[in-house]
């Protein structure tokens, strides 16, 4: 009798909905796409051909697809916006959730993010977990594992950026008004990596962020910046360091060092598409990722894996949700500070207090 | 209705069989894995487990395998020795045949390789393929196109190692006696892309060779070395040089260099597993894969996907069935030069020539 | 007739004074090192083995020595707390002078750095120089002029990090008490180079900083950190951070990126002692410098005869003493920042202000 | 009292004469240039610019030169052709000799240079060094040291390259009717390097080599190539194989690997000018040496600093004559390999056999 396969439906058919779906179609052995929504005609019209073939079962309302036949867990790739509905949604359905990150992006954090992770708390038997892809890419995992061997001692400071190529198109201007900033758009990976580094009970003390438009003096409009520097000092004496950028000229540029008390791990800050160098009269060259799929898409793969193994085999997701919110709740301090000039600063219970009375 | 699959029968189960079988099953979405052979009662348990309740039939025969209904395309992963044969049966079982390098070891390549290509050339609706997975990897295709598209001017001196890890069982020793020798063993990969590189209609006028045992002097027992360096000359003004060893320290290294007259294109001169860099006091680390299959697992699994591409959209495969006997052909000169000390010479008809003929 | 050299004398023979002398006596073949000057006797008999015989005549007082016969120029290379005082005297005395950074550590630096520069402002015929050896460096030079050539546009983030290996014996705990902080003696130099590439009237806006204590618990007793992070924003829309620590494992690492609006580029992001790599076990390996002058003895020397060549053929230094006052500036702001952990506000003249002015 | 210098005299003011000769005005402390010699008015006139102000005594005529009072030692850096000669008369006025590589280009090698090592030896207190700068080249001498101190085991495959940029004026055309060929030019440097590291006492059991004339056909009036692989195998069982090129797009490559049974080291597989790399829209960018001084810049300049030391201090020379003779006579044979296309073989004693006799 063949194994038990996991069905997946996926909820949103945009740029990372397709992937999504993708994944889970042919790339995903445990699991079975058996159903896709999308308001949108366009990316129904690509499903058509894309997933309905391989027995996709293709809806245009999200709703309808929660209650698929035997539907066991949904992947939401659809909006930021509706993030956190769907995702509350599909747990009232008694689904397993796969959430694309981020929850949400903005001070209404306390309420739409927190209402999915209390959602998630009352049926602990379904797994919830936001897709930060990078917990699940093969170089970070093998430092963090050389982390936990105790390789580098104690891991104190963190350095970590997300930079994107380019776009001389201005797209991200327009889409600034919806991303919630390049904090929360950006550097909520890094933010992420640094408490899976520092340990999710690593608890904020002070951030502080300046920001500049280099490029983009439009992106002033919405509050945001296309360059940007975030300080993030912890209670228990450490420092994580963000750079976010949409201004990179060679590609996606997403580094990262975990810096400990008896050595170093460096993540990528020598970037390469491949094992290729290419010489030539102007010297020795090698190509590097051009946007963040070249770069993660493996880390994507083995997260649509892994998830669909907890389904499975009822293990602990590896990360948990109560993360993706403080994760955002980080980044949206930041990104308040990169506006506002203001450090800010946080009790031990993660109050906001006035440093007068630190 | 489902798109079509195409039907593929493993042969052999051993180390390589066993990953082809999962490949298949698992990894290449417009393929179905639906049948299995092994004489090895070891190989069956395993199969029991990790294919069977997949859907796989097994069988101890590969006779009887052939006639698995339905069946559309055989993978050769068996031993070397029997490579040639399963792949002539298959072939006139009307299947399209993916055979693992090497097709045969030794000098009766005339006969046994030969065979195998006529028996493809007579049935030109098959396609049949010798796995030169290199072929697939992601950085040397890089390289192709580049070269392809003029970069490097006229490629015409090519660089290229296939250097093991230095295992200290002595595993290497016993298996000298099947593999024909480092020549057929290790550089068959990179003689294949000087060929790809050079192109196939590359004539070679001499071949030169020689060789060490620096760690396992028992490999003289079976007229093998454990390093071995060889220079072939090609009539059109071109030169390939190629090292083997089974001696290195760090891991495989793998690596070639395609020297053009406008430029050059290197491929893992600078090898890692991943994009970790670790600080510590002695330095700054990187690990490398340690074995083929670490570097190479991609490639196999791209060739699996292309060549089921191949069959199901009657496209030419990438590798034609005579460059594969050519390869085997310069890789047992090699190994003969390196046995007597002499170097050998040929006409452009591929005839050998004494020295003062030319 | 032989071409005149310049006649220079060195003040301080510690660690660093016996460098500049030897690089005076035998790498700086237009300088003539004539005399050399310590209070310590220890300084004085290493002087006598390697100074005195090749004709350098010996001073235990600094004021003596300013009244060598002939003497043009002073190397002021004795402790930081009479670098200002020894410039100022050899200014008077109406000599060349470079200078050891920094010229004062602390927040006296109006008084004290200050004096220098109107020291120096009054003797415009005299040149003196503040030794940010950096500026020598091949590779900053390098990138300077790459910078200065438009290759990467607008030069608009600038992230630059001086990090000493960890020395165990903690003897950088007792040096705190005089270094002036990690700011003002390690990011000095990063300091200088964000003023250098973005251009010595950039005006800072504001500087905020974290440090930690995560391996010497004991520099807090001198308000210093052995980690510290420090953010500073210019009001012409650029931004530079810097990270300083004690605390590297595999050796001095001092990198640098300057981020333009057309491109990047890196300084020593991939450090190395040399063009060696080593295979091994573990993996491959490369060693780095492990102090500041294994990384920087050519930029030390090139300093010296950029410094000769400047005072022979009057041209102008490369370094206006006045920017070294205002890198010390921001370096103790840094500091302040640091122990305070409030961030500090400058209107464009300089002057402090309270954010709610801005 | 003001140490002893060494009085040295420069023979040859060509490219590479007026280097050795300002590295021993400028940057040999111990060492003192007296006097230059040259037949050519144009390299006198740039002496009488560069030379004489500093006291050196300039000669049209090189035995006048060596009738210099005081004189004590002569860099021989003529044309090759009065290589030999010249030294000869240095060491017969009782000089010691520090000569540019090669000691002469051809088959009279056992003529000319055996009579150097004939006056050398009869002259024991003479310091007679031929300048194989490589051999005082940071890296390569770190690699050394490691391979002495056993990190890599027994050196047993030793793999090299020396690989000139393509210079378009056609120049080394030219040249290549005086330069013995591109093994002796070349690789020379790579022989003597395999003869370092595999012992002075490595006897050769063949040589073969081929080459093609991929960008520059004229040489082969010459009986040259511009692309070359030889391959050299010692009677202890090691090998060689070096590659020479005149077709490099990038610039220099000159880089080694010395592949022992425990390790492997590399030189400068990954070639940079300096610590720089540039982010630019088309992917990462190092820029590379350009010519051998370039590269080698240092190296020339230790030379000068060691043969100085060991003349003044009575110490042995870094490298004996004989060796230099050795590594001419091994360059030749390859060279003959390349015209002929055969194998030549030898015995232990160093004669020539038939492969037949072995």
Redesign the interface.
């Known amino acids: 009798?063949?194994?038990t396969k996991l069905r997946v439906g996926c909820a949103g058919l945009g740029r990372m909905g397709k992937r999504h779906a993708l994944h889970f179609?042919?790339?995903t052995?445990r699991a079975e796409l058996v159903a896709a929504s999308s308001p949108d005609d366009e990316e129904l019209k690509w499903a058509k051909v894309h997933l309905e073939?391989?027995?996709v079962k293709l809806y245009k309302n999200y709703d309808d697809m929660l209650k698929h036949e035997g539907l066991e867990a949904v992947v939401v790739a659809s909006a930021t916006a509706v993030h956190a509905e769907q995702a509350i949604k599909a747990i009232e359905a008694d689904k397993h959730v796969l959430c694309e990150k981020p929850l949400s992006t903005n001070v209404e954090i306390l309420s739409k993010s927190q209402t999915v992770v209390d959602a998630a708390l009352k049926k602990p038997h379904l797994k919830v977990m936001c897709g930060f892809s990078r917990r699940f890419d093969?170089?970070y995992c093998?430092?963090y594992q050389?982390t936990q061997s105790g390789?580098?001692g104690?891991p104190?400071?963190f350095?970590s950026q997300t930079c994107d190529k380019l776009d001389p198109t201005g797209f991200f201007v327009a889409y600034a008004q919806f991303s919630g900033g390049i904090f929360v758009d950006c550097s909520i990976h890094d933010i992420d990596l640094a408490l899976w580094f520092f340990g999710d009970d690593a608890k904020v003390k002070?951030v502080?962020?300046?920001?500049?438009?280099?490029?983009e003096p439009d992106l002033r409009k919405h509050n945001d910046r296309d360059?940007a520097?975030g300080?993030v000092?912890f209670h228990d004496?450490?420092?994580a360091?963000f750079?976010a950028?949409r201004?990179?000229?060679?590609?996606q540029?997403d580094s990262t060092e975990i810096?400990g008390?008896?050595?170093?791990?460096?993540?990528?800050?020598?970037?390469?598409?491949?094992?290729?160098?290419?010489?030539?009269?102007?010297?020795?060259?090698?190509?590097?990722p051009q946007h963040y799929y070249d770069r993660f898409e493996w880390a994507f793969v083995t997260e649509a894996n892994e998830f669909t193994a907890a389904c499975l085999d009822n293990k602990e997701v590896p990360l948990k949700i109560e993360g993706a919110v403080k994760a955002v709740r980080i980044g949206c301090a930041l990104q308040e500070s990169l506006i506002t000039?203001?450090?800010i600063?946080f009790d031990e219970a993660g109050n906001r207090v006035e440093?007068s009375n630190?």
Chains 1, 2, 3, 4 share one sequence.
């Open positions: 009798m063949a194994p179609l042919e790339r052995p073939p391989f027995g093969a170089s093998d430092a050389k390789l580098i104690r104190s400071v350095r002070s502080s962020a300046v920001g500049i438009t280099a490029v360059n520097v300080l000092e004496g450490r420092i360091y750079y950028s201004m990179m000229a060679a590609g540029e810096i008390t008896k050595g170093k791990l460096s993540v990528n800050t020598q970037p390469a598409s491949n094992l290729v160098n290419i010489y030539e009269p102007t010297g020795i060259r090698r190509e590097i000039g203001k450090k600063f440093k630190l």
